[in-house]
């Protein structure tokens, strides 16, 4: 809520300051309610007429409902809110959980890193196609997966996500954790924050060695015939 014509910073009221307005009208509006509406209970039963009844009762009514008007206030600017925030937290948490699993399951490799490009996340897929479980690979330089021929995409990986770029589907060749080198297809993109700002990158690596042997055997056969 805020104020007409004032500006940003003063005229913004928080939770706690609407919130404790609430309750102290409520008790005012309480204070005054009770003794008011005994006596006039009291006097309308055994004194007033019933012309004066007739008059009196609508009004009575009225300021029997202010009450209910402040609680409902209460409860539109308080509880309302609460329990959508309660709904929604449950509805992030429970897309976080099956995002999760998808990519734990999923059969491509699919690591998280640092902006500096270590290792912070690794998943099953990750491991099949390394050899690295997590705990061996968390915290490991990304690096340790790229053949020695070809440590010079590093840098130009980290600089090219750092500038907010992808690389999709790009082929090369990774290292597994028993020596033995696989050719990939590989798409780094930038993970950002909530704010939009780059916190680190993601990696994700099918292996495509089969494929490759495959295509590599046909043209053979297609250059004997």
């Not at 997590?134 to 130009?156: C, K, M, S, Y």
């Not at 680190?200 to 495959?214: C, F, V």
Request: hydrophobic letters at 45%.
């Amino acid at each position: 809520f805020s104020a007409a014509g004032a500006s940003d910073s003063a005229g913004q009221f928080g939770l706690i300051p609407l919130l404790l307005g609430t309750l102290y009208i409520g008790f005012v509006a309480m204070l005054f309610a009770v003794p008011v509406g005994l006596f006039a209970a009291i006097y309308m039963a055994a004194y007033a007429s019933n012309r004066l009844r007739s008059i009196t009762k609508p009004l009575l009514e009225v300021l029997a409902g202010i009450p209910t008007i402040v609680y409902g206030f209460f409860a539109l600017t308080t509880v309302g809110p609460f329990l959508r925030d309660i709904s929604e937290r449950k509805q992030a948490e429970r897309l976080t959980s099956e995002m999760a699993a998808v990519v734990q399951n999923s059969n491509d490799a699919i690591i998280g890193c640092t902006r500096d490009g270590y290792i912070r996340s690794w998943n099953a897929g990750a491991e099949r196609i390394y050899g690295y479980t997590a705990e061996e690979a968390v915290g490991q330089p990304l690096h340790v997966l790229i053949p020695e021929e070809r440590l010079d995409e590093f840098p130009q990986t980290l600089t090219a996500v750092r500038q907010g770029n992808s690389m999709v589907n790009y082929e090369t060749v990774r290292l597994r954790k028993d020596g033995k080198k696989i050719s990939v297809s590989l798409t780094d993109s930038p993970i950002r924050g909530e704010n939009g700002r780059i916190t680190g990158l993601s990696s994700i690596a099918r292996d495509i060695t089969e494929r490759k042997r495959l295509d590599a055997e046909l043209a053979a056969r297609t250059v004997a015939v």
